[in-house]
C-alpha cells in the first residue's frame, strides 16, 4: 500500500496496492526528490486506459522492477482527467521530443520538474526496437549519476522551448468568410468519402468537425458540407465504433472503415456525439439520427450516471472474458457459437448476417465486432428487435468493463447540454431532468461554497484540483442550453458567474486564453492550446459560451472576449481545420449573428420548440411568460404579447423583424 490510497481518483487507486511507493503530485513528491538527490519518475494515465493497465501489470506490480524504482527515483502518478494542465504541459514536450505522444506518458524530471527523457509506453523486455522499461530506468540512472551537467542542458532546453511556444494573440480580426471557405476546402481534402470521417487509421468520431458542417449548411446551404456530415454519422452509426446492442460509441476505430473500435467508452464523446446527431435529426428528419442520439442519451443515463445525479468518465475497455482472462472487448464481441448458444441456429444464422458476425472473426480470436454491414437486404424490424434484445440480455450477464466513477465538470458540461436538447427535440422530459440533476450536482458540489469551479468529484464529494478553462467553458456551455429548454433563467445566471471568472482569471491581452487560472499552480510552463483534442479546447469552448451569453444578455464585455478569443480560429481554421472544429462552429455562429429569440409565451408550447428546433447556428433561446419573465432573461424585456397570443421576437445585429405568432413563418426565420 502506498501514499495513493487516500486519493480519489480511480486511476490512483488503481495503483495503490502496488509495490511502487507512489506519490501523488505534489510539492513534497518534488522536495523528496531533492532531499535523496533523485529523479522524478513521471507516469500519467487514466483509467480506462488499455496499455496503461498493460504496463501496470507488467511493470508497476513487478516487485524487483517496484525495488529499483523506489531505490532510484521518486514515483509520481497523475491521473490526465484530474489533472489536464499536468498532462499537457509535459504530453506537449513528449511530442515535442519524440514525434508522437499518447498514455500511459512516461516522463523522467529533474527535481525541479524540468523534463529530460520521455516515452510512453515500455515493455518488460526489449520488443519492436523499444528499450524495456528497466533499460530505460538504469540508462536514466547512469545519465543522472554520470553526467548530470549534460541532463541539466537538456532540461533547461526543453523548458525554455516549451516558455518560448507561448500564444500572444490570437490573431489578428475574427474569422470570416474567406476563413471558413478555406476551411471547409481543407476538410473536403481530408474526407474519406469511402468510409466517411476524415484521415486514415487509427479514426476517432470527429463530432466538433461535424458541428461545424451542420452549422456551415444551416447558414449557407451548402449541400457538400451536409453530405460529409451526414455520410460521416452513418458510417459511425453502422459501424462497430457504435455498440449495436446498448448503444454508445467506443473512444475510435482502430481502422479506416469503423470496424474494430478501442472499446473503452467514454462520457465526453457519447455527449458531444449525442448532441451531433440530434443536430443531423434537426437539419435531416433522419429516423436514423433520431435513434442514435436516443440511444446515446439512454446509453448515458443507464451506464454512466452516478447516485448522487452526474456522469461517470468512463467504462473500461477491458473486462473478463470466459476464461476469466482481462481482456479488451470480451464484453462485446461474438462468435457464431456464442450467438446459437442465444438465439439458435435459425436466429444465428440472421444475427451473423445482420450484424456482421463471421466464421473468421473481424476481432481476435474468431470473435467479431457487431456492425450493420449493410448488404443483407431488406429486414424484418420486429425479428432484428427480437434478437436485439435477446443479445442484450444475454451480454448483461457478462462481466461488465470496469467504470470510472469520477465527475468530471466539463464533460457533465457537454453532457447537460446533449441530454437539455435531445430531450427537448424528442419530448423525453425524463432526459431533461437528469439533465437538471447534473447541472445542481455541479453547483452543490463543484461550486459548493468556493465559488471557484472544481475539477472533479467523487461520491458527492469535490476533489481537490482546481476546475481549468474548458471546465468553465463546457459548463457554462451546458447550462445556456439548459436555460433554453427549461425557461429557468437561474441556469443563465450561474453560465455568467463562471464566465465572469474566465474574464478575470483565464483571459490575457489581446484576448488569448489559457487553461489555468492566473492564480493556478505555476508548473514549468503554463499550458495554453487552442486546438480540439478528444473535446473542444478549453479556448473555443469558452468562446462559444460567451457569445451565447452575450447574445442572451447584451453584454459588450462577453461578446468583444468571444471576438478575441476567435482570433485564433482566423489563423488556424483554414491550416488545421480538423483541429479547430468546434472553434469554426463557433465562427459559424458569429457570422450569423448569432439570432435571439425570445418566445412570450409559455414554456414547451409551440413557439418554443419551435424556436429550439431552429437550425441557425448558436442561435440562443428565451421563452417565459407573465411579469416576472424578463427578470429571468434580459431578452424578455418589453416583449409583450401581441393580441394576447404567445409572440415570438427575432433579432440579430441589432435589427429585429416585425413579431410573429406563427410557428411557421417563426421556422422561417430561424432556417427550419
Known amino acids: 500500500m502506498n501514499r495513493l490510497v487516500n486519493s480519489q481518483s480511480p486511476y490512483l487507486l488503481q495503483h495503490a496496492q502496488n509495490p511502487v511507493d507512489w506519490w501523488p503530485w505534489s510539492p513534497e513528491a518534488f522536495e523528496e526528490a531533492r532531499k535523496r538527490d533523485v529523479p522524478v519518475l513521471l507516469s500519467v494515465g487514466y483509467a480506462s486506459c488499455h496499455w496503461c493497465h498493460v ?21 509520481v502518478k497523475v491521473d490526465r482527467e484530474e489533472r489536464p494542465d499536468v498532462d499537457a504541459v509535459y504530453m506537449e514536450a513528449v511530442q515535442a521530443a519524440t514525434g508522437h505522444g499518447g498514455w500511459p506518458m512516461t516522463v523522467f524530471l529533474t527535481p525541479d520538474a524540468e523534463p529530460f527523457y520521455f516515452g510512453t509506453y515500455f ?20 545519465a543522472w549519476t554520470d553526467r548530470r551537467e549534460e541532463v541539466a542542458e537538456v532540461a533547461g532546453r526543453i ?12 490573431g489578428d480580426g475574427v474569422p470570416g468568410e474567406s476563413e471558413v471557405a478555406q476551411a471547409l476546402l481543407g476538410l473536403t481534402r481530408e474526407y474519406d468519402e469511402q468510409h466517411g470521417g476524415f484521415g486514415g487509421a487509427p479514426k476517432f468520431p470527429p463530432a466538433m468537425a461535424v458541428e461545424f458542417l451542420l452549422r456551415h449548411y444551416a447558414r449557407t446551404g451548402a449541400e457538400g458540407a451536409l453530405q460529409m456530415a451526414a455520410d460521416t454519422c452513418a458510417a459511425m452509426a453502422r459501424g462497430g465504433i457504435y455498440d449495436q446492442l446498448g448503444g454508445g460509441f467506443a473512444r475510435y476505430s482502430v481502422d479506416r472503415e469503423w470496424i474494430v473500435p478501442h472499446f473503452e467508452k467514454m462520457l465526453y464523446d457519447n455527449a458531444l456525439l449525442c448532441r451531433v446527431y440530434a443536430h443531423l435529426w434537426r437539419a435531416t428528419g433522419s429516423d436514423e439520427a433520431r435513434r442514435i442520439a436516443l440511444e446515446t442519451a439512454d446509453f448515458m443515463v443507464r451506464e454512466l450516471r452516478t447516485a448522487e445525479g452526474g456522469f461517470a468518465s468512463a467504462l473500461d475497455a477491458d473486462s473478463e472474458d470466459a476464461e476469466g482472462r482481462h481482456v479488451e472487448g470480451a464484453f462485446y464481441v461474438w462468435t457464431p457459437e456464442q450467438l446459437r448458444e442465444v438465439l439458435g441456429e435459425d436466429d444465428a444464422a440472421f444475427a451473423a448476417a445482420y450484424f456482421g458476425v463471421t466464421e473468421e472473426g473481424t476481432f481476435e480470436e474468431g470473435a467479431s465486432v457487431l456492425r450493420l454491414p449493410g448488404d443483407t437486404g431488406p429486414v424484418d424490424a420486429a425479428r432484428v428487435a427480437g434478437v436485439r434484445a435477446r443479445l442484450l440480455a444475454a451480454r448483461d450477464e457478462r462481466p461488465h468493463p470496469g467504470r470510472d466513477d469520477k465527475v468530471v465538470a466539463a464533460w457533465n458540461g457537454l453532457a447537460i447540454a446533449a441530454l437539455a436538447e435531445t430531450g427537448a427535440y424528442f419530448d423525453r422530459p425524463d432526459l431533461v431532468e437528469r439533465a437538471t440533476e447534473a447541472a445542481d450536482l455541479l453547483v452543490r458540489v463543484h461550486l459548493g461554497e468556493v465559488a471557484r469551479l472544481t475539477r472533479t468529484s467523487k461520491d458527492g464529494r469535490a ?16 447550462f445556456l442550453a439548459l436555460a433554453a429548454v427549461t425557461g429557468e433563467g437561474a441556469w443563465l445566471e450561474f453560465a455568467g458567474f463562471l464566465l465572469d471568472i474566465v474574464l478575470e482569471q483565464f483571459t490575457g491581452e489581446g484576448g488569448q486564453l489559457y487553461d489555468t487560472a492566473h492564480d493556478a499552480e505555476q508548473l514549468i510552463r503554463r499550458p495554453q492550446d487552442p486546438t480540439d483534442s478528444a473535446t473542444p479546447s478549453g479556448w473555443t469552448a469558452a468562446a462559444g459560451a460567451l457569445l451565447s451569453y452575450a447574445a442572451y444578455t447584451g453584454s459588450e464585455a462577453h461578446r468583444t472576449a468571444a471576438e478575441g478569443a476567435l482570433g485564433v480560429v482566423k489563423a488556424l481554421g483554414p491550416r488545421v481545420p480538423r483541429f479547430v472544429g468546434w472553434g469554426l462552429a463557433v465562427a459559424e455562429a458569429l457570422l450569423d449573428g448569432p439570432r435571439e429569440v425570445a418566445v412570450a409565451g409559455p414554456v414547451g408550447g409551440e413557439l418554443h420548440r419551435t424556436a429550439l428546433l431552429g437550425r441557425a447556428p448558436g442561435a440562443v433561446v428565451a421563452a417565459g411568460e407573465g411579469a416576472g419573465a424578463g427578470a429571468e432573461f434580459p431578452l424578455l424585456v418589453d416583449r409583450p404579447l401581441v393580441g394576447g397570443e404567445p409572440t415570438a421576437y427575432v433579432c440579430r445585429h441589432f435589427v429585429c423583424d ?15
Open 55 to 75: 504496463m501496470a501489470h507488467e511493470s508497476f506490480e513487478d516487485d524487483d522492477t517496484a525495488a529499483y524504482l523506489n531505490a532510484h527515483f521518486v514515483p
Open 159 to 170: 523548458v525554455a522551448d516549451l516558455a518560448g511556444r507561448s500564444l500572444v494573440h490570437g
Open 463 to 478: 476533489g481537490d484540483n482546481a476546475g481549468v478553462l474548458e471546465d468553465y467553458g463546457d459548463v457554462a456551455e451546458g
Open 123 to 142: 515493455p518488460p523486455e526489449p520488443r519492436h526496437g523499444s528499450p524495456s522499461f528497466q533499460q530505460v530506468l538504469e540508462g536514466v540512472t547512469t
Open 658 to 672: 416585425a413579431p410573429t405568432t406563427d410557428a411557421g413563418e417563426l421556422a422561417g426565420k430561424l432556417g427550419g
